[in-house]
């Protein structure tokens, strides 16, 4: 039997596409003005929310804003680096504000830790890492393979519930 790669797993779940960005707001009205995206669902601070953060393999401090909207079928996240070590300073560091990274949405919690230890197992380290309540999120170090980072992406039921309000314009 043939054994899936992670890519070909998470490939048939792609839902976000993530923006590094340093001016939040100047991104929205960006976005809004040049996609036609009417809205943006901001979370301040919400690095400082997550909990069991890791950052390449320790444990970490760090605060980000984010902002979510849609196109389409597609999830447009915009992201703010706040402070401490991320993925994002990292990014912003090397590559200005940009397309960052893919994210992918998974079924249920054993899923994200089949996923990560299959991500592992074929030599893709572990960037960053969270909790925000029930929800878990990982990103992947794949630049290298594909060009951007890859996060995998647990959403509890109301994680779920507010995605689907943000994809009507619902908030």
Do not use: W
């Not at 976005?31 to 919400?46: C, P, T, W």
């Not at 970490?60 to 447009?76: C, E, K, M, R, V």
Request: with cysteine; net charge negative; charged share 25%.
């Amino acid at each position: 039997m043939q054994q899936s790669s992670p890519l070909a797993i998470v490939g048939r779940s792609l839902e976000q596409v993530a923006f590094v960005v340093k001016d939040i707001d100047a991104a929205q009205q960006f976005f809004s003005q040049s996609m036609g995206i009417a809205r943006f669902y901001v979370i301040e601070n919400f690095g400082r929310r997550a909990t069991d953060k890791t950052f390449r393999g320790s444990p970490a401090a760090h605060d980000f804003t984010i902002a979510l909207a849609y196109s389409g079928n597609t999830q447009i996240e915009l992201i703010q680096h706040l402070s401490g070590d991320t993925c994002y300073k990292e990014f912003l560091e090397r590559r200005g504000e940009g397309m960052q990274h893919l994210g992918f949405f998974l079924d249920d919690p054993e899923q994200h830790q089949r996923v990560l230890a299959e991500f592992k197992r074929n030599g893709f380290s572990v960037l960053q890492s969270g909790r925000f309540e029930d929800a878990l999120y990982t990103y992947f170090d794949t630049e290298s393979a594909i060009g951007a980072v890859m996060e995998i992406v647990y959403l509890d039921q109301r994680s779920r519930d507010l995605m689907a309000r943000i994809k009507r314009d619902d908030f």
